[in-house]
């Protein structure tokens, strides 16, 4: 990392968990992973739950950076950022902009597609909405999720076009906007990055095979059925491919700092689709990121310090503005 500074040199860190989000049981698991491990490494760290604490008290904590451990709403989106923008306190992970393209299903593919990335073809559904047309463009079976969660929340497999009204409605009572997409059947892939701009690196790829391949939020964070394969034991070429194309992705954000990209390969045809990218990845046992950094050679807490030094701000001249 190109920011190596000593644990004293960090000075009073903040690791803001729990929050408002429908994911606040996990991001509790996540923060409190991440606190342990700093005070573990003789870092001055502190817990704050923005779900039960206010920005005032926020500020005056008079944290010198913080770690966010927040996922989905109100953590992940760019409004927390924002607001840490406006305190002058830097923070892990992406930006403001980044945070929230990241954390919009849409628009992130919209980025992508613009980019000539390959992810998924997608529509965004209504209450009026042409079901059979939807069905006969994407093809069946179909994902529909809301546009702004994470951790598989409110997610339903389609694969009957009847289906479709109640997996809309299910989605919709996590977001007002909900997508469609394209189901792709193969390998199922994640990819963390460490990093920044060109300095961004990929850790290994991560092959998970999930019970009746459903990784869905209890096969992901509370049960032991889900398997993980780290070497991903793919080939090696096809391994590069998949990380340059994800590292493209998370560049053609404005992501910085940390993130984790999940990445499906089709059987037919061995081509990887990009499925969204995540700007505060999970923390918790059973989590990803640190699963790959323990195969690049990165313990849990030397994890959470590479990420505590990497906090910054969007507006570095702030202070130097003048009307």
């Known amino acids: 990392m190109e920011n190596k500074l000593s644990v004293k040199e960090l000075g009073k860190v903040g690791v803001l968990f729990g929050g408002r989000s429908a994911e606040r049981e ?19 760290a502190h817990a704050f739950d923005p779900g039960q604490q206010s920005l005032a008290e926020l500020a005056e904590q008079k944290f010198d950076r913080v770690f966010i451990a927040l996922h989905g709403r109100y953590g992940e989106d760019g409004t927390l950022q924002g607001a840490l923008e406006q305190l002058g306190i ?68 389609v694969t009957d076009v009847a289906q479709l009204p109640a997996a809309y409605k299910l989605a919709a009572r ?19 990055v460490l990093g ?18 459903n990784y869905d939020y209890q096969n992901k964070y509370f049960t032991d059925d889900t398997k993980y394969f780290c070497p991903a034991g793919i080939p090696d070429e096809q391994e590069q491919e998949i990380s ?22 089709r059987a037919t045809d061995n081509k990887p689709f990009l499925l969204e990218m995540n700007t505060s990845p999970g923390m918790t046992s059973h989590s990803l990121v640190p699963m790959a950094a323990k195969v690049a050679g990165l313990d849990y807490a030397e994890l959470c310090l590479e990420i505590i030094r990497s906090a910054e701000l969007d507006l570095h001249a702030s202070s130097d503005w003048k009307p």
């Open 26 to 44: 996990v991001s509790i698991m996540s923060g409190s992973g991440v606190l342990a491990a700093l005070i573990s490494k003789g870092v001055d």
């Open 90 to 157: 830097p923070y892990t992970g992406s930006g403001t902009l980044a945070s929230s393209l990241a954390m919009d299903k849409a628009m992130t593919k919209r980025i992508w597609l613009a980019s000539g990335l390959s992810t998924p073809k997608f529509a965004m559904l209504a209450d009026d909405s042409d079901w059979a047309a939807i069905a006969a463009d994407l093809e069946l079976p179909l994902i529909v999720k809301p546009a702004h969660e994470g951790s598989t929340m409110g997610l339903t497999k």
């Open 174 to 192: 996590f977001d007002s906007a909900v997508i469609a997409e394209q189901f792709i059947e193969g390998m199922e892939l994640t990819c963390a």
């Open 196 to 213: 920044r701009d060109e300095n961004a690196q990929a850790f290994p790829l991560i092959r998970i095979v999930a019970p009746d391949a």
């Open 244 to 265: 340059a194309m994800v590292l493209a992705s998370y560049r053609a954000l404005g992501c910085r700092g940390w993130g984790r990209a999940d990445v499906m390969v």
